[in-house]
Each structure stands twice: as structure tokens, then as C-alpha cells.
């Protein structure tokens, strides 16, 4: 499957992933700057992603904890998610995601 990664200045880097693997992981195998501090245990917001609003509605609901994490988040908007809470799937076929500017630690 085909992940875009749109960085902060527009630049649009391709990634290919296979079903099973995080949107985190993916992305830090292609050296994207999103840090992911507590290892993609939901306990920080350093992997938050914006999706595109057609990819989100395609996939599943975030939990409440992480929409909880996501109110910490630096530029959280409607289709943010964090990376380490979507795991790819054939079903989604290709899909498109901003790395936000900056990145906020909850933790500290």
C-alpha cells in the first residue's frame, strides 16, 4: 500500500507499506520527523499526523484515549490522528497524511 507523506514544506514523499505494519513505524523508516518519544504507546502526542479528510472517513474510529492525547497535540484539527495508532490495511489502498509543523510532549 502507498502512503503519502505531505511535509511541512509541501514537499510530497511516497512511502510503501505492507498491511500490518503502524503509520509510525512507516514513517520513521523514511526518516519523517515524527519522533514518536514514548516508543507508540499512546502516551505522548510526538506522531501526530493530519489525514485527508476522504482518507479519515475511511478509517476506523480513534479510541477514546487517543482522542484524549490528541487534545494535546500542536495544530490538532478534525482528521488528526496519531501515527501510532493506524495500523495500514489493504482495505485502505493508498493514503494521505500531513506531518504537522511542530510537535508538543505531553509528558513534559
Known amino acids: 500500500m502507498i502512503v503519502r507523506f505531505v511535509r511541512t514544506d509541501g514537499r510530497v514523499e ?7 505494519d503502524r503509520l509510525l513505524d512507516l514513517a ?6 515524527l519522533e514518536g518519544t514514548c516508543g507508540g504507546q499512546m502516551a505522548c ?4 499526523v493530519i489525514v485527508d ?6 478509517l476506523p ?4 484515549e487517543e482522542e484524549d492525547m490528541l487534545d494535546f497535540a ?6 488528526s490522528r496519531l501515527a501510532c495508532q493506524i495500523v495500514l490495511d489493504e482495505s485502505l489502498g493508498e493514503l ?8 508538543r510532549d505531553a509528558r513534559r
Not at 511516497?14 to 500490518?20: F, H, K, L, M, Y
Request: glycine share 8%; charged share 20%; net charge negative.
Open 53 to 58: 479528510p476522504v482518507d479519515f472517513a475511511r
Open 61 to 64: 474510529a480513534a479510541s477514546e
Open 96 to 103: 494521505t497524511v500531513r506531518v504537522p509543523a511542530a510537535a
Open 14 to 20: 511516497e512511502a510503501r507499506g505492507a498491511a500490518g
Open 45 to 48: 502526542s510526538t506522531c501526530h
Open 28 to 33: 520513521q523508516a523514511y526518516d519523517l520527523p
Open 74 to 79: 500542536e495544530g490538532a484539527v478534525a482528521t
